[in-house]
């Protein structure tokens, strides 16, 4: 059974930066493809970034520019370096594993999930 338990979050001003880590353990020799979500209260989950079993990434068009997906594949360790917070930005952030090669960013496609983070960004 995967594991993936995020940590990271905090409280920032609008502008600041913060790095979120997803720790991963079970995996197994499958491939996967790993993604950010984010849900704010009273709305729906939704993809930020996606980085295949190839290393592609992909964005949500309100993060390009500002977030930056990454793995180090040698500590099982997902990130998501977020620069030029947002107040809108502030959500619970969840780290996913689908157990397959490449997502598209569907919720429904990634297996396992995180417990999430709190992000808050202040004006």
């Known amino acids: 059974q995967v594991e993936l338990v995020e940590s990271g979050g905090g409280s920032v001003q609008a502008g600041g930066s913060l790095r979120l880590s997803c720790a991963a353990s079970?995996?197994?020799?499958?491939?996967?493809?790993m993604g950010w979500f984010r849900q704010a209260p009273g709305k729906e989950r939704e993809g930020v970034a996606g980085?295949?079993?190839?290393?592609?990434?992909s964005y949500a068009d309100s993060v390009k520019g500002r977030f930056t997906i990454s793995q180090d594949n040698a500590k099982n360790t997902l990130y998501l370096q977020m620069n030029s917070l947002k107040p809108e930005d502030t959500a619970m952030y969840y780290c996913?594993?689908?157990?397959?090669?490449?997502?598209?960013?569907?919720?429904?496609?990634?297996?396992?999930w995180g417990q999430g983070t709190q992000v808050t960004v202040s004006s």
């Open positions: 996913a594993a689908g157990r397959r090669d490449y997502c598209s960013g569907s919720r429904e496609e990634y297996n396992y």
């Open positions: 079970g995996y197994t020799d499958s491939s996967y493809c």
């Open positions: 980085i295949d079993s190839d290393g592609s990434t």
